[in-house]
C-alpha cells in the first residue's frame, strides 16, 4: 500500500509546450526568410509567396536576386487579307538580293516588334484584342480585370512585374526563344556588354555540329555553305590557318556578314527595350536578358548600368533599337574545329567587337588581352573560342547602323 502512494505521488502531470501553439515561421528572422526567397528568385514563385501571409507580403519586395522567365510572346501584327496581298504583290517586284534582305532581316523584325510589346507598358491593341503581354500568373490576386484573356491566365510585362520590387541587385530576365532564325543543325550564339552603347560583342558560329556518336563524320552533311567541301581528313592536313578562296566566293563570307548584322540588331533591340527597367531600378548591380535556347546574353554591370542612367542611348532612326557605332571587328576562321570532348564545329567563326572610337592605349591592351573573347561562352563553346582566337586573325571594319 505504501508503494502504490509513492508511485502516485511521485507521478506528475506536464502540460504541452505553449510553442506548440506558435507559427513557426514567427520565430525565423527576417533575414533568413529573405535568403529563402533570393533562393527561390522566379518573380512568379515570389509572387505566389506574397499572398502566404502579411509577413512574406512585406519581405519579398525587399529581395535582391529576380528572375523573369516570359512565358510567350504574343505578336498583334496585322495579318488581314488585304495586307496579305498587297504585300504578295509587292514581292513580285523585288530582286533575288530584297527576297534574301527579307529572309534574313524579316525574321528579325517580327520577334522585335514582339519583344517591345512585352517589355514596353501595357497597351491594347486597335481592334479591341487582348494587348500582347508575355508574363502569365493563374494565380496573381492583384491583376485588374482588363488583363485577362480568354483563359482566365493573367499577363504582365517585366516591367510591370518587378514594380513592386524596391531592392533588386541582380536581375535576369529570359526569353522563351532566341529572336534569329537559323536551320537545325547550325550554331549561332552571341554575348554583347553594353553601357549607353555597346561596349563589345563576341559571334561564335558554325555552319553544322556533329556531336561524338556512331555516325562517322565524313558521313554528314555540311548544313552551310561555306565553299569548303573537300573530304573532311585532307581539310585537317593541309589547313594552315587561313581562310580558303572559296569561302570568299562560294557565300561562307555572306553567311557570316549575315549572323554579324543579325546578332548585333538582336542584341541592340534588347538593350532599348531594357531602358524603363534601368531608370526605375537604382540599386541593379547585375542585368542579364538571355533566352532559352541560349542563342544571344546581354550583360550590364553596375558601372554601365550607371552609364545608361548618366548618357541617354543613341536610339537608331529605323526602328526601336538602340544605335550600333562604328565597329572594329576580328575574325577568326576554322573549316574543321574539334574539341577535347569529340565535338566537330564544321566551318567555325568567332568574331570579336569592340567600338571603333577608342583611344591609342585601349586599343592596345585589347589587342594583347583577349580574355573578354576567350571567356564569353560556357563550355564547349568558350573551349571553341581558345582554340580559334590561336589561329590567324583577320580584322574588317563596319559603319555604323
Known amino acids: 500500500m505504501s508503494s502504490l502512494r509513492s508511485d502516485l505521488t511521485s507521478s506528475r502531470v506536464y502540460p504541452e509546450p505553449s510553442y506548440m501553439d506558435d507559427d513557426l515561421f514567427d520565430r525565423l528572422p527576417d533575414s533568413l526568410l529573405l535568403l529563402v526567397f533570393n533562393k527561390i528568385g522566379d518573380v512568379k514563385a515570389l509572387g505566389r509567396c506574397c499572398v502566404v501571409s502579411r509577413r512574406f507580403h512585406s519581405l519579398v519586395p525587399q529581395v535582391?536576386?529576380?528572375?523573369?522567365?516570359?512565358?510567350?510572346?504574343?505578336?498583334?501584327?496585322e495579318s488581314s487579307p488585304s495586307s496579305a496581298s498587297s504585300s504578295s504583290s509587292s514581292d513580285k517586284s523585288r530582286t533575288p538580293f530584297s527576297a534574301l534582305f527579307r529572309l534574313v532581316i524579316g525574321g528579325i523584325v517580327k520577334p522585335l516588334q514582339a519583344l517591345g510589346q512585352f517589355l514596353g507598358p501595357t497597351r491594347r491593341s486597335t481592334n479591341g484584342a487582348h494587348p500582347a503581354l508575355a508574363v502569365d500568373d493563374p494565380d496573381s490576386s492583384a491583376a485588374d480585370s482588363s488583363s485577362f484573356d480568354q483563359s482566365g491566365v493573367t499577363h504582365h510585362s517585366p516591367t510591370q512585374?518587378?514594380?513592386?520590387?524596391?531592392?533588386?541587385?541582380?536581375?535576369?530576365i529570359e526569353l522563351p526563344s532566341g529572336e534569329l532564325g537559323i536551320d537545325d543543325g547550325v550554331?549561332?550564339?552571341?554575348?554583347?556588354?553594353?553601357?549607353?552603347?555597346?561596349?563589345?560583342?563576341?559571334?561564335?558560329?558554325?555552319?553544322?555540329?556533329i556531336h561524338p556518336g556512331p555516325t562517322k563524320i565524313s558521313d554528314v552533311q555540311d548544313n552551310g555553305s561555306d565553299g569548303f567541301c573537300a573530304n573532311t581528313n585532307a581539310a585537317v592536313s593541309d589547313d594552315n590557318g587561313s581562310i580558303p578562296d572559296s569561302f570568299y566566293t562560294n557565300g561562307g563570307l555572306k553567311l557570316r556578314v549575315v549572323w554579324t548584322i543579325s546578332s548585333l540588331i538582336a542584341a541592340s533591340a534588347r538593350h532599348y527595350l531594357l531602358q524603363p527597367i534601368i531608370s526605375e531600378h537604382k540599386t541593379l548591380d547585375s542585368l542579364v536578358l538571355t533566352d532559352a535556347d541560349g542563342q544571344g546574353v546581354l550583360y550590364m554591370n553596375r558601372d554601365q548600368l550607371e552609364e545608361l542612367r548618366v548618357k541617354p542611348l543613341s536610339a537608331s532612326s529605323a526602328s526601336k533599337r538602340t544605335l550600333v557605332p562604328a565597329l572594329n571587328m576580328r575574325l577568326w576562321y576554322a573549316p574543321h574545329l574539334e574539341l577535347p570532348d569529340g565535338v566537330v564545329l564544321k566551318g567555325a567563326t568567332l568574331v570579336a567587337i569592340r567600338p571603333s572610337e577608342q583611344s591609342a592605349t585601349s586599343k592596345k591592351e585589347v589587342s594583347s588581352d583577349l580574355s573578354w573573347v576567350s571567356t564569353a561562352f560556357e563550355e564547349p563553346y568558350g573551349t571553341a573560342a581558345k582554340m580559334l582566337i590561336k589561329r590567324r586573325t583577320y580584322c574588317l571594319e563596319m559603319n555604323s547602323f
Open 64 to 77: 535582391e536576386n529576380v528572375v523573369v522567365r516570359v512565358d510567350c510572346v504574343i505578336s498583334d501584327d
Open 161 to 172: 512585374v518587378l514594380k513592386n520590387f524596391n531592392e533588386i541587385r541582380f536581375l535576369r
Open 187 to 209: 550554331l549561332l550564339k552571341w554575348r554583347a556588354d553594353f553601357g549607353s552603347t555597346l561596349d563589345n560583342c563576341v559571334i561564335l558560329g558554325a555552319s553544322s555540329v
